[in-house]
């Protein structure tokens, strides 16, 4: 099964399968730093439930996924909460991010091949303007050894040497490798060994 089969199968169900609230970090951080009339993108978004709430808080949200299942879903949610939302059908593999475009890009457990998390570093310095946040929560290596949630594959986990990576372009807010308890739907349940990361663009 190739990679967009897998995921449209997966979110094919009337069920919200990493559920429908935000994620923790993501509610957290936004509700203490206020981000009004921002342009927010949110990648990697799945179902939608990140980008739906943070429309609920008069943001203005666009959010990609490769998965037009999830999408389809994500506007449902929208829908249900009267927000509206705009959605793009984007593979991250072959995005073209536009230049200073975004104040806030998220991207929450979105996890890739080192070959495409590369293109995605790339594109996010490309497209948030300057002073715009990069806001990602991600599990790390250390996660196989919990098996709550995520990839079984090392290579597609993250390290906290991958952000320092971004450096030169992203004055680090939050960098911390650490074990939080995660209720997601039914995939993403129990403790959790993760990265939570807040870069504020040069």
Known sequence: MDHLSKWNERYNTDEYVYGTEPNQFLLDFITTHRLEGKHVLAIAEGEGRN??????????VEMWDASKVGLEKAKRLAASRNVSLQTKQIDLNEADWSQDTYDVVVCIFGHFTPHVREKMFAGIRQTLRPGGLFLTEVYSTNQLA??????????LLYTEEMFHQLDEDFAPLVLNETVVWREEGT????????????????
Do not use: C, F, M
Not at 187 to 202: D, F, N, T
């Open 51 to 60: 980008a739906v709430w943070l429309a609920t808080l008069g943001l203005d």
């Open 146 to 155: 919990y098996g709550t949630g995520g990839p079984k594959d090392a290579s």
């Open 187 to 202: 995939l993403h349940h129990g403790e959790s060994a993760v990265i939570q990361y807040v870069g504020q663009k040069r």
